[in-house]
């Protein structure tokens, strides 16, 4: 007997859309578009320790690809995806992206960043739930369209949680938890072409 996963008509149209504003710029970036950009980020996630049983704080790595066009000369809209892992997760994030940044012309400059969409739940036969980020960080022009950008973050995952097993004295007395993680707080760097 297999599993069905059902998945309700918003999220798919949701997800079919976001999927389709992804790889839509792809076509375009050696065109010669002016306002089309791309972004790559890589970055650590953490959120501290929630379990009676003192499991250690939780760090997760994450990879996302953002693409897009700037809306006059400070804000970009784009659609992006992402991936969070760790040994006990695994996570793809597609979400709408809005960054402005305070001036577009100057070298160093602060940026705001602001991510929602659905995640999917990898381990957990991919369930789909919010995904959330509101980031603020600097973004250094490196000449022509080029940049780097380092933000903090904090990320919000609906009901995500993790589950693990404890041995508190011994190998032969183990424990088994679940630890609610919501919010993870993050620094990620990225590279803006």
């Given at each position: 007997m297999t599993k069905r996963i059902t998945i309700s008509f918003g999220t798919r149209a949701c997800t079919l859309l976001l999927l389709a504003m992804l790889f839509l710029p792809l076509g375009t970036m050696g065109q010669g578009y002016k306002y089309y950009r791309g972004f790559f980020d890589a970055g650590l996630g953490w959120a501290p320790a929630q379990s009676v049983y003192d499991r250690p704080a939780f760090c997760?790595?994450?990879l996302s690809s953002t693409h897009g066009f700037y809306v006059g000369d400070r804000t970009f809209v784009g659609v992006g995806a992402g991936l969070s892992f760790d040994e006990d997760l695994l996570t793809l994030p597609l979400f709408l992206d809005v960054r402005y940044n305070?001036?577009?012309t100057a070298e160093l400059t602060p940026t705001f960043e602001l991510r929602a969409g659905p995640y999917?739940?990898?381990y957990e036969g991919d369930r789909a739930s919010f995904y959330g980020d509101?980031?603020?960080g600097v973004r250094w022009a490196l000449g022509g369209r080029t940049a780097l950008n380092l933000m903090l973050n904090l990320s919000y995952y609906q009901g995500f949680r993790l589950w693990g097993i404890y041995y508190p004295f011994s190998y032969s007395d183990?424990?088994?938890?679940?630890?609610d993680l919501p919010f993870t707080l993050g620094v990620r760097l990225g590279v803006e072409w």
């Open positions: 997760a790595g994450t305070l001036s577009f999917f739940d990898l509101v980031a603020a183990r424990v088994t938890y679940t630890v």
